[in-house]
Nanobody, 122 residues
Framework: QEPLVESGGGLVQTGGSLRLSCAASGGAFRTYSAAWFRQAPGQGLKFVAGITPGGGASDYTESVKGRFTITRDNTKNTLDLQMDNLKPEDTAVYYC???????????????WGRGTQVTVSS
């Protein structure tokens, strides 16, 4: 088990910033790849960003490249997502997840948080 808890969501205006955090408490966090996914109203779960266990490599969906940054701190068992220049289309529930590899496919991840709402007003 790898319980995950997200925080940092909220309401922000277009062009603003938010920083999401995900706290892991299962003890094996540093051995997992980690990722952020999001689900907008009426849409499916979509990959946002992923990072390897040591943090040496990351991947982003095209629409957030240059605006979002994924980082992790294995000494604190945390995963962060810095979101800058936010747009209304970034509005969604954001979930953190961990798994064996960085993948855009949600089924490759074993453990998930409950999500945090991000709303970007126009």
């Amino acid at each position: 088990q790898e319980p995950l808890v997200e925080s940092g969501g909220g309401l922000v205006q277009t062009g603003g910033s938010l920083r999401l955090s995900c706290a892991a408490s299962g003890g094996a966090f540093r051995t997992y790849s980690a990722a952020w996914f999001r689900q907008a109203p009426g849409q499916g779960l979509k990959f946002v960003a992923g990072i390897t266990p040591g943090g040496g490599a990351s991947d982003y969906t095209e629409s957030v490249k240059g605006r979002f940054t994924i980082t992790r701190d294995n000494t604190k068992n945390t995963l962060d997502l810095q979101m800058d220049n936010l747009k209304p289309e970034d509005t969604a529930v954001y979930y953190c997840a961990v798994g064996d590899v960085v993948s855009t496919e949600s089924q490759r991840y074993s453990f998930w948080g409950r999500g945090t709402q991000v709303t970007v007003s126009s």
